[in-house]
């Protein structure tokens, strides 16, 4: 643990609550769509659901690399009719301003307070699929204290591709047992730990909302398992 | 002006001191290698000389894209026998040491206060042909408080490469006249300008030392012309 000298951090439910952001302005634009015997929060997993999907497509190598703000759009674009709206009826600034519904999530209330305290110890950087405007506007929204913008579109491959981590850790000029992968899916840590980064869990129970029933436990005996940063900075001596 | 979004700045000699720092740490090494007849200023103005070359073998396409810390490594070990040391003589750590003068180098006195003023208003991120980790390495101990590291490694070209400019705006999802680039070499503004950046002239003019004869004044009518961070803020009515 002595060795660390970076942390990077999946961010869509480890730091930001996706869910509840989008489901936040889905929900004005089903009122104007008199679609609002909608739950926001089923529209939200909706639109995520074809995430993985559309994330395979690159890793399999079927797709170049894409930014994930216009694979949210195309994922928009996909949902709206079967959630009974017609894409004809809504105009394009309107799609434009929903589909970056994503660049305004809220934080976890732990998350800044977190960052603020394990940014003094570590470089600290996001190692998400989320394209870098996106992490961008996010951090400077939500204060979320970055000293890098890292991820797929930096490195040029999403996760959980070997190259998303190994090539970050390149770009740090370090070796992978310097760098710790933070998330709070167990798949993430899993593949950082194939690459050989230290990993630490953090448990987001209510990212999917309160019936989630997957990663609420850790599932593997990762170097650190807490339930919010403010105890992984604990945990790390910060 | 009220279009611009981010700001993107060359970081040697703009934002940081590099002959100052540079010689500062060579100066105890001349001294270990009893080469202490040697001005460290001049030590520091033959490493940077060869940096231009190294680029242009790049961007020229004769090598591919190879990061800063490499080419400054290979440009030391290119001028110790110039100024009559002998590689043999030197540590391979002493070596690797003494190529990391690089990564602690000083901001001008302006510099931290004025890029905390502009970070209010805009996106701020070096746009650097220095690589990722030198870049973040360099913030962290100087304070920096940069929104992201972009620059060449990231853009994978380097200045003055239209490439890395507009590769750089791509990333940011901006239109070029919604950046501005801020530098204190006028060839750097004329280069980002023929993208279509908006530009910004902050003289530095000790950047070579008590009797620099380049970039003392701007060359072109660049957007904005400056004598320090915080007068560029008070341009920018931030």
């Known amino acids: 643990m002595a060795n660390i000298r ?10 930001v609550d996706w869910r509840g952001g989008v489901a936040r302005e889905a929900e004005k634009f089903l009122k104007r769509h ?5 739950d926001p929060g089923v529209f ?55 589909n970056l519904a994503w660049h305004r999530l809220d934080p976890w209330p732990d998350a800044v307070a977190g960052l603020q305290r394990l940014k003094r110890g570590f470089i600290i950087a996001p190692l998400s699929n989320g394209n870098v405007i ?23 491959a999403c996760k959980p591709s070997p190259q998303a981590y190994l090539r ?35 448990a987001r129970p209510r990212e999917h909302g309160p019936e989630q029933t997957s990663d609420l436990v850790p599932l593997e005996d990762w170097d650190i398992s807490v339930g919010s940063f403010l105890e992984l900075a604990e945990a790390l001596g910060v």
Chains 1, 2 share one sequence.
């Open 6 to 15: 970076a942390l990077v951090f999946d961010v869509f439910g480890t730091v």
């Open 168 to 202: 970050t850790v390149d770009i740090l000029g370090m070796s992978p047992g310097e760098v710790m992968m933070v998330a709070a899916h167990n798949s993430d840590l899993a593949a950082a730990r194939r690459c050989g980064l230290k990993t630490a869990f953090v």
């Open 44 to 98: 939200a997993d909706a639109w995520r659901a074809r995430y993985q999907p559309a994330m395979e497509e690159m890793r399999s190598g079927r797709r170049p690399f894409t930014r994930l703000d216009v694979l949210h759009r195309e994922n928009l674009e996909a949902i709206l009719p079967e959630m009974g709206i017609d894409l004809e009826d809504v105009a394009e600034d309107e799609l434009a301003a929903l």
């Open 34 to 38: 008199a679609a609002d015997a909608l």
């Open 134 to 156: 996106l992490m961008l506007d996010m951090a400077k929204r939500a204060g979320l204290p970055w000293d890098a913008i890292l991820g797929a579109e930096v490195a040029g």
